[in-house]
């Protein structure tokens, strides 16, 4: 009896004893684990902050490239080129982004924000130029204004955070310059059949700015952009004559161009709410990293006038629809 009593304590020590360590090889397995995830969560967020900056590189590697080089910009901007960077070569396409109205021109560059209302006319006159009624064209600009400006005051067809936090997925307005074109599509009106309608003629640069124009490189197509520019004197059909009547070679100065436009009946030649030049006024240049743990573009931009280039030290990654 006390034999087969010590027996069965035994019994129960070793399979207590067994419980114990299962349980914790369990849990060591369950920390190993653990720690691989951790490890590699580390890992792999090291790698695409080490891309961020790889980015950052390739694009000041570009900026120096541009600057030193400004007399091939004309053929870079028409076929890839092959850039130097850390880790090897990067092919880089460059666009000449100028000849789009900046919505932020809208935003003054003061602090708080406050919105220029000359802006706000000339991007009314744009949309209506894109075929918005002048209804809709007012209550998108007043949207974007108050999407913009720092207040709470909602102006005549705008809105302003009682809208947006009224929606199924509540937000509030940014109050401050857009980030990109695509932030319109959180704008109260902006649907996508006006995204559509003005997105090629629309960009987001620097606040309060005025829009930067290429003159040799504006079409047909522009033409809208010149009559919101010019505040409405130079209509839609002269601005397309006067790009058609654009000689070979491109004009030679922004006096040549402004020469070009019929002068009123006071003889003055139109006046244009933009900065004009001859040459390209925005660029952007899109490139991968060689070795990226994911298909990501990026996207840099520079800005250049009178011979100078200069990047606006701040890079993106290329989202849908961009
Ligand atoms: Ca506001």
């Known amino acids: ?55 950052r590189s390739a694009a000041a590697g570009i900026e120096v490239m541009l600057q030193s080089r400004k007399d091939m910009l004309p ?17 880089v396409e460059l666009r000449d982004t100028s000849n789009c109205f900046n919505l932020n021109s809208i935003a003054l560059n003061t602090t708080p924000a406050d919105t220029d209302q000359n802006a706000i006319a000339v991007y009314e006159k744009l949309l209506a130029a894109l075929g918005t009624t002048e209804t809709d064209a007012e209550r998108l600009a007043n949207s974007l204004a108050d999407w913009i400006d720092v207040d709470s005051t909602s102006r005549s067809g705008g809105a302003e955070d009682p809208v947006y936090v009224n929606r199924p997925v509540p937000s509030h307005t940014a109050n401050k310059p857009l980030l990109s074109v695509l932030d319109l599509r ?3 009106g902006y649907g996508p059949d006006v995204l559509q309608r003005i997105s090629d003629r629309t960009c987001a640069g620097d606040a309060g700015t005025a829009s930067a124009i290429n003159i ?13 520019l010019g505040n409405g004197a130079v209509s839609i059909e002269t601005g397309q004559s006067v ?28 006046v244009f709410f933009a900065s004009f030049g001859t040459t390209p006024r925005a660029i952007e ?18 800005r250049a006038s009178d011979g100078e280039i200069w990047s606006l030290k701040s890079i993106r990654r290329s989202l849908d629809n961009d």
Not at 7 to 19: A, N, W
Not at 216 to 228: M, V
Not at 245 to 270: M, T
């Open 216 to 228: 040799n490189a504006l079409t047909r197509s522009d033409a809208p952009l010149l009559f919101a």
């Open 285 to 302: 240049a899109r490139f991968s990293l060689p070795d990226s743990i994911a298909p990501v573009t990026y996207i840099a931009q520079f």
């Open 75 to 91: 053929t870079w901007l028409k076929e890839p080129v092959n850039v130097p960077i850390l880790t090897g070569n990067t092919q």
């Open 186 to 188: 959180a704008v109260d």
């Open 1 to 55: 009896m006390t034999n087969s009593a010590s027996r069965s304590e035994r019994g129960t020590v070793l399979i207590t004893t067994l419980f114990i360590v299962m349980a914790m090889a369990v849990a060591a397995v369950a920390a190993t684990d653990a720690l691989e995830r951790s490890l590699a969560t580390t890992k792999r967020s090291e790698r695409l902050t080490e891309q961020v900056w790889m980015a």
């Open 243 to 270: 790009i058609d009547s654009r000689p070979v070679g491109g004009w030679l100065s922004v006096e040549e161009f402004l020469a070009s436009f019929p002068k009123d009946a006071e003889g003055a030649a139109p």
